[in-house]
């Protein structure tokens, strides 16, 4: 049980080291402003993987989108591998994160890809 904690806990740290190098920002208000002001580019039709209830796929699940995190490209890349909400426009990617509360790389969709990371398959 040890053993397995300490797996864990160090496990969590490679986590967070893998998202602190990625230079990502929260940028909510921003984003969120300038989808009020439908800026181009800012429109929930440039969203990779998002869906409103208001598509034909009535079988999918509605995506609330909790908070905006401007990212870089690599991380764009794997994040849309895993099934998340990307915008991505002539300002800049950001990650449509679902989930709020905790750091983003405690998130599963950053496991994941530290995961994958770890096991060569990025």
Known sequence: MIKETHQLIAFQ????KFWE???SWCQT?????????????FH????????????EDEDADVVNVLEWWLIPGDLSL????QGECILDND?????????SGQAPYMDSAIKDIVHDLEQGRS
């Open 21 to 23: 190098n990625r230079k």
């Open 29 to 41: 208000a921003l984003v969120e402003h300038l989808f009020a002001q439908e800026v181009e580019g």
């Open 44 to 55: 929930h039709e440039y969203i990779e993987n998002y869906w409103d209830g208001e598509a």
């Open 91 to 99: 300002f800049g990617t950001w990650w449509g994160r679902t989930t």
């Open 13 to 16: 740290n490679r986590c967070e």
């Open 78 to 81: 794997a994040l849309k591998e």
